[in-house]
């Protein structure tokens, strides 16, 4: 099993700038890749961005030039550094990490923090 834990959460204003990290423990060489998705109420979780290994990034297109997400393998931690915030990125932000393969087939991988709340206040 892997575990993830996340940190970095909490209210800031429209416009202004949240840094998520979320840090892998257990199994963690059955890892590579480790994302970040967000569940606003009433909605379904979605993709915000991805890191494989070897520093393939995918973003969903909401958050492209907005959001980075970086990756330290000799840490095994992922960060998501976010700017310029909206009031509709407000969400529990969640980790994921796993074999990429299975975020490519079925657009998720195995494992799951507990997630972080981010609210963007207008």
């Known amino acids: 099993q892997v575990q993830l834990v996340e940190s970095g959460g909490g209210l800031v204003q429209a416009g202004g700038s949240l840094r998520l990290s979320c840090a892998a423990s257990g199994r963690i060489f059955t890892i590579n890749a480790m994302g970040w998705y967000r569940q606003a109420p009433g909605k379904q979780r979605d993709l915000v961005a991805v890191?494989?290994?070897?520093?393939?990034?995918n973003y969903a297109d909401s958050v492209k030039g907005r959001f980075t997400i970086s990756r330290d393998n000799a840490q095994n931690t992922v960060s998501l550094e976010m700017n310029s915030l909206k009031p509709e990125d407000t969400a529990v932000y969640y980790c994921?990490?796993?074999?990429?393969?299975?975020?490519?087939?079925?657009?998720?991988?195995?494992?799951w923090g507990k997630g972080t709340l981010v609210t963007v206040s207008s």
């Open positions: 994921n990490a796993g074999d990429y393969s299975d975020y490519v087939i079925r657009g998720s991988m195995d494992y």
């Open positions: 890191v494989t290994r070897g520093g393939r990034t």
